[in-house]
């Protein structure tokens, strides 16, 4: 169930070590985050690069205080977000486009069945 927290967190929030938790506890959480991270995605993905350098700064400043943390890693959290952002949008544009192509070929389908219905009525068979 954690690891669903932070899939959730990498994916569709914002990775945080809130103040609450331990240093210890703030560092294993940055370590899980950059784990989970880098098990689920390629070496070629095109958020690896920017994923990387926000977790690396969380990892740098699990030290500092939220608000210290959230300045200092504000850029590479945008450039991240943005990506995240951007890979979702065009998995969209790509779900979109399987699916006027699927439509299409269904009623290609669906026209030559009735087109060989006709034929066959035609016939008498």
């Not at 958020?47 to 850029?75: E, H, I």
Request: glycine residues 4%; proline residues 2%.
């Amino acid at each position: 169930d954690s690891q669903r927290v932070l899939w959730s967190d990498l994916t569709q929030g914002k990775p945080e070590l809130e103040d609450t938790l331990s240093t210890n506890a703030k560092q294993m959480k940055a370590d899980m985050y950059t784990k989970i991270f880098k098990d689920s995605t390629d070496l070629d993905h095109p958020c690896r690069v920017v994923g990387s350098t926000y977790l690396r700064c969380l990892q740098d400043n699990f030290k500092d205080g939220k608000q210290k943390r959230q300045t200092v890693c504000l850029p590479s959290w945008k450039d991240f977000d943005a990506c995240r952002k951007g890979v979702i949008q065009s998995q969209a544009k790509a779900l979109e486009a399987a699916l006027v192509k699927q439509d299409i070929a269904d009623r290609r389908a669906k026209a030559l069945f009735d087109r060989r219905t006709i034929l066959i009525d035609s016939r008498g068979y």
